[in-house]
C-alpha cells in the first residue's frame, strides 16, 4: 500500500530555516511529479510547490518564490522542500503528494495519497 511519511517541521523563529522531507512507499516515485501542500486551522489545503518527476522543472507559489526550494531523490524515494526565511504567515501543516505532472503549484491528477502531515510553527 501507498504511503507517504512527512516529516522535518517544528518550531521555528522567523527568519530561520527548516528542510522537510517526505519519503514515499508502495508506489514507483519517479513516475510522479510531487507536491507540496499546507493547511492552516479554519484554511483550505493550498499548493505550495511542484516538481516534476525528474526534478527538471519546479513550480512555487508566490509567497514562497525566492525563500523555498522544492527537490527530490528518486534513488532514495524522497522529497524534500527547503524552507529559508520563514514567515509568520507560513505556519501550517505541510504535506506532500503525488500527480500525473505539475500544473503550476498543484498537482495533475492527484493521487488521495496523503501522510499526516508535519507541523510548522513559526515565533516571532
Known amino acids: 500500500q501507498v504511503q507517504l511519511v512527512e516529516s522535518g517541521g517544528g518550531l521555528v523563529q522567523a527568519g530561520g530555516s527548516l528542510n522537510l522531507t517526505c519519503t514515499a512507499s508502495g508506489l514507483t516515485f519517479d513516475d510522479y511529479a510531487m507536491g507540496w501542500f499546507r493547511q492552516s486551522p479554519g484554511k483550505e489545503r493550498e499548493g505550495v510547490s511542484c516538481?516534476?518527476?525528474?526534478?527538471?522543472?519546479?513550480y512555487y507559489e508566490d509567497s514562497v518564490k525566492g525563500r523555498f526550494t522544492i527537490s527530490r531523490d528518486n534513488t532514495k524515494n524522497t522529497l524534500y522542500l527547503q524552507m529559508n526565511n520563514l514567515r509568520p504567515e507560513d505556519a501550517a501543516i505541510y504535506y506532500c503528494?503525488?500527480?500525473?505532472?505539475?500544473?503550476?503549484?498543484?498537482?495533475?491528477?492527484?493521487?488521495?495519497?496523503w501522510g499526516k502531515g508535519t507541523p510548522v510553527t513559526i515565533s516571532s
Open positions: 503528494s503525488a500527480g500525473l505532472g505539475c500544473g503550476g503549484v498543484t498537482l495533475l491528477a492527484q493521487a488521495d495519497y
Open positions: 516538481i516534476t518527476w525528474n526534478g527538471q522543472r519546479s
